[in-house]
């Protein structure tokens, strides 16, 4: 098994920043593509981003292309997002999930999830 925990998450103005982190364990990092994903209130999940074993191919939602950046340090078994110009609209429980394949990841049906961290945006 697969252990996903995210942190990073809070509460910021529109237009602000903020960087989510995901450390896994249980599995080497290098195997799996991974990727984020986001649910609002009321609303189905969302994908946001994925990034591919080696770090070489990135995929993101077209509501966050220029904004945000997914990177991995396989080393740390880490996973990034930065999040920059965030709206009101990026408010969510955002996920981190790894799979075999970035397909899975974008079709919002990855092997392994997070718990997920808030992100709330203000106008």
């Known amino acids: 098994q697969m252990q996903l925990v995210e942190s990073g998450g809070g509460l910021v103005q529109a237009g602000g920043s903020l960087r989510l982190s995901c450390v896994a364990s249980?599995?080497?990092?290098?195997?799996?593509?991974m990727g984020w994903l986001r649910q609002a209130p009321g609303k189905e999940r969302e994908f946001v981003a994925a990034i591919n074993r080696n770090g070489a191919i990135t995929q993101y939602h077209d509501s966050v292309k220029g904004r945000f950046t997914i990177s991995r340090d396989n080393a740390k078994n880490t996973v990034f997002l930065q999040m920059n110009s965030l709206k009101p609209e990026d408010t969510a429980v955002y996920y981190c999930?790894?799979?075999?394949?970035?397909?899975?990841?974008?079709?919002?049906?990855?092997?392994?999830w997070g718990q997920g961290t808030q992100v709330t945006v203000s106008s």
């Open positions: 999930a790894a799979d075999s394949t970035r397909t899975a990841i974008v079709a919002k049906r990855p092997a392994y």
């Open positions: 249980g599995r080497t990092l290098s195997d799996y593509a």
